[in-house]
């Protein structure tokens, strides 16, 4: 299969194109702005702006794929609150790869990775019916784009399926998220971890079996749905530490700057309809924050 992946550059991104270059497929990559090729061999990848209209749409083109996977957002934590790019990538960007297909031979898979936060916290599992309630810019600008394209696809051309996946982890993500934040903390031996609060629960999948969710979405999922991507099991932020903690084999003492920020806060998925695709998570959770461990453990 020829596939295009936007945002290719990003941590799941990175895992998505050897997962598809891995299965026999013909990839194409576009990275970010700031992305200097190549990203993997045999791949052909470029630096694009999704914003730009025409780059967009040439490169789209030019690839001509039978699959899109559109993973661009606005995901560092210092750039979130710019409603200008966030909206820029996530609404405009997309909509400029989806005029990218007009016109080609159709049909094109078109996969638009969204992310749980448009569902907000709630106190059970979260299935693709629960209420949307996005509390942050990130995830209201990726809202809109699943509402946008899913009014447009079908006129460009493009057979639509919607991911929102929850927290995905694994080697290779930046140190301003979580679990690598702690897996460097505890790599330094101080024996204490220093975070902003212990109480939140989060949905963690490994983001290798993410990527798979991904192909197997393009492959068989529903035209026009929403598929949740999640492991079903809600971990605190301190089961975290102590389970990191447990596998370095050393004792850690958990600092938390706000002990009660975060009480009550729970965002655990409801993956059935995935699940009924014949998807189901390869990696367990241990096997993932080892994996993390490795990464900061094992000198550079």
């Avoid at 559109?70 to 990538?89: C, M, N, Q, T, Y």
């Avoid at 101080?190 to 993410?210: K, M």
């Avoid at 026009?224 to 975290?240: E, H």
Wanted: proline fraction near 5%; hydrophobic fraction near 45%.
């Amino acid at each position: 299969m020829r596939a295009l992946v936007v945002g290719a550059d990003g941590f799941a991104g990175r895992w998505l194109v050897r997962h598809l270059v891995e299965s026999g497929d013909q990839v194409w990559a576009a990275g970010g702005p700031r992305f200097v090729p190549p990203l993997e061999d045999d791949v052909e990848s470029v630096s694009l702006d999704v914003r730009d209209t025409e780059a967009a749409t040439s490169f789209v083109r030019r690839s001509a794929p039978e699959a899109i996977y559109f993973l661009a957002g606005v995901s560092a934590a210092e750039k979130r609150d710019d409603p200008e790019l966030a909206i820029g990538v996530s609404v405009n960007g997309a909509m400029n790869v989806l005029l990218g297909c007009v016109g080609l031979a159709a049909p094109i898979r078109f996969l638009y990775v969204s992310t749980a936060y448009v569902y907000g916290s709630a106190p059970g599992p979260l299935t693709e019916m629960s209420p949307e309630r996005p509390v942050a810019l990130y995830a209201a600008a990726k809202l809109a784009g699943e509402r946008a394209l899913g009014t447009l696809a079908q006129a460009a051309g493009v057979e639509l399926v919607v991911a929102r996946p929850f927290n995905h982890i694994g080697p290779g993500q930046r140190e301003s998220f979580l679990v690598p934040t702690i897996a460097r903390q505890i790599a330094a031996g101080e024996g204490v971890v220093h975070l902003r609060s212990a109480a939140t629960v989060r949905d963690y999948t490994d983001v290798r079996d993410v990527v798979r969710a991904y192909r197997l979405l393009v492959q068989r999922g529903e035209l026009g749905s929403v598929y949740n991507i999640a492991s079903g099991s809600g971990t605190s932020t301190a089961d975290l530490v102590s389970a990191s903690a447990a596998l370095a084999g050393v004792e850690v003492r958990l600092d938390a700057a706000d002990p009660d920020m975060g009480i009550g806060e729970r965002m655990v998925g409801d993956a059935a309809r995935l699940r009924a695709l014949g998807w189901s998570p390869g990696y367990a959770l241990d096997q993932t924050l080892r994996d993390v461990l490795e990464e900061w453990t094992t000198p550079r």
